[in-house]
């Protein structure tokens, strides 16, 4: 994400509730507590204030708003920011088979973990 920063390249959250299983995730929720929001506007949030574009999928037109209003809510403070950074968790919820080969483009070989 640093190199894509430094060289202007916008980089986007494909799936950036981790496709549903981050909505769970104690630290975000921790978070969302202390924020007043929903664990899925402070993952976005998080994601926005990184510089990150996201792309989130919403089951009902009810949940849409709910995503699209963290777009416009208050920032997340440093504090909550910093909590969020400190997950040591590192994970791959989305993995396109199109992405695995010896093209410079892709992840290489071997399929990430999830």
């Known amino acids: 994400v640093d190199f ?3 060289h202007s390249i ?5 799936s950036p509730l981790g496709q549903g299983k981050l909505l769970n995730h104690e630290i975000a929720k921790k978070v969302a507590i202390q924020a007043g929001k929903t664990t ?3 993952l976005l949030q998080w994601n926005l204030q990184h ?4 792309v989130p999928k919403a089951s009902s037109e009810g949940h849409l708003h ?3 209003k963290s ?6 403070t440093p504090d909550m920011m910093q909590m969020l950074d400190s997950t040591k968790e590192r994970k791959r ?3 396109p088979p199109f992405m695995f080969g010896k093209e410079v483009y892709t992840w290489g070989e071997r399929k990430p973990q999830r």
Do not use: K, M, T, Y
Request: with cysteine.
């Open 4 to 6: 894509c920063v430094n």
């Open 10 to 14: 916008l980089v986007q959250a494909h």
């Open 40 to 42: 899925a506007q402070v």
């Open 51 to 54: 510089g990150v574009a996201v």
């Open 66 to 68: 709910e995503l699209i």
């Open 71 to 76: 777009a416009s809510d208050d920032p997340l």
């Open 93 to 95: 919820f989305v993995s």
